[in-house]
């Protein structure tokens, strides 16, 4: 009788000589309970509860289309984003649906596949991005779906060359008309709760706003039967200039038009200073408010997304943790009984 370790490492070898790699593999870890500093008398925690109201997995459609079989769609637009005085490159794009079966729901990604092939002949393996629409598109119509993609470029540290982004300038060039091949949706860690008086806290920078972009619409602009948003949604957005400040004009309407729900605080580094005269930074807005974020997330229907670089993962921490700590609390800890109960999401790179 074959043992089951001895299978599985047949199997390995199987997959080495197909030419497999072994990304990862994840062990679950054993329930436990959530270890809670004793905390103050006068403001008692309460460990996090799960989310309510949280979507079935049949809800959630993944990999409709893979690699070998992508869908090939048609760009209907291309539009700049980062107005004059800003730096970099970065693209709102919106491809055409209606021939395909695609599906997806807000805080998914899809994978893009660029034309051409790579330096050793073969096709170019696919990148992910960040949905930047809801499951109905910017249409409204079920037929369209939206990227924010920043053009990746950057001179070569040897050649000093100018170098770049494959996938990124693949699609930053895109006309209207062109194909693009499409695989997807793939992700299930910045899905949406389903309770419309949810507080959803976001914390992005650059292009991480894509997903934040999808919950708003959804929100605020959208109407729905079953979905009609009461509770409280607050972005913290970091970015180098004013003019990069991605979707300025819709989030400053929607903060105009619904100021009990929706509260918009930038972090613009090159602009503003925090209080001990460093740069502006996320993770320094976060402190300002941290007290009052800790508070937030105390609530059992308040989920926090974090989604940009990884590195403002620390600061965000760091702010926390003094809040926490103020009411006796150890705010890692405390954090991963919020993972546990799938209310903390990152998406970091």
Not at 99 to 127: F, M, V
Request: hydrophobic content about 35%; proline content about 6%.
């Amino acid at each position: 009788m074959e043992k089951p370790f001895d299978r599985l490492k047949k199997d390995l070898r199987n997959f080495a000589k197909a030419g497999a790699k072994m990304v990862n593999i994840d062990v679950p870890e054993v329930e436990e309970k959530p270890i809670i500093a004793e905390p103050a008398p006068e403001a008692p925690v309460a460990p996090p509860q799960s989310a309510k109201k949280a979507k079935k997995k049949d809800d959630i459609p993944v990999n409709i289309y893979r690699p070998k079989t992508p869908f090939v769609g048609k760009c209907l637009s291309n539009e700049a984003l980062v107005r004059e005085g800003g730096e970099g490159r970065v693209q709102h794009l919106m491809f055409d649906l209606s021939e395909g079966d695609l599906r997806y729901i807000e805080g998914q990604s899809i994978g893009i596949i660029p034309a051409g092939t790579d330096a050793n002949g073969k096709p170019h393996k696919l990148r992910l991005y960040s949905i930047a629409s809801t499951r109905h598109g910017d249409r409204v119509d079920d037929k369209t779906i939206s990227l924010c993609v920043r053009q990746l470029e950057y001179d070569h540290p040897e050649t000093g060359e100018r170098v770049y982004g494959v996938c990124s300038k693949h699609l930053c060039d895109m006309q209207p008309g062109d194909d693009v091949k499409i695989t997807g949706p793939v992700g299930k860690e910045m899905l949406l709760p389903d309770d419309p008086e949810a507080n959803i806290i976001m914390m992005g920078t650059g292009t991480g706003i894509a997903p934040f972009r999808a919950y708003l619409w959804r929100m605020f602009k959208e109407k729905h039967d079953d979905y009609k948003f009461k509770g409280l949604a607050w972005l913290f957005f970091g970015v180098a200039y004013t003019p990069n400040i991605l979707y300025k004009e819709e989030l400053e309407e929607l903060q105009s038009q619904y100021p009990d729900n929706f509260r918009l605080t930038y972090a613009i580094s090159r602009e503003q200073k925090a209080a001990d005269g460093s740069k502006m930074y996320i993770q320094s807005r976060i402190a300002e408010h941290a007290d009052e974020l800790w508070e937030l997330v105390q609530k059992e229907n308040t989920h926090t997304y974090i989604c940009g670089l990884k590195g403002m993962e620390g600061g965000i921490d760091e702010g926390m943790s003094a809040a926490a700590a103020k009411h006796g609390v150890d705010w890692s800890e405390y954090q991963r009984t919020l993972k546990k109960a799938h209310r903390w999401h990152v998406e970091t790179y």
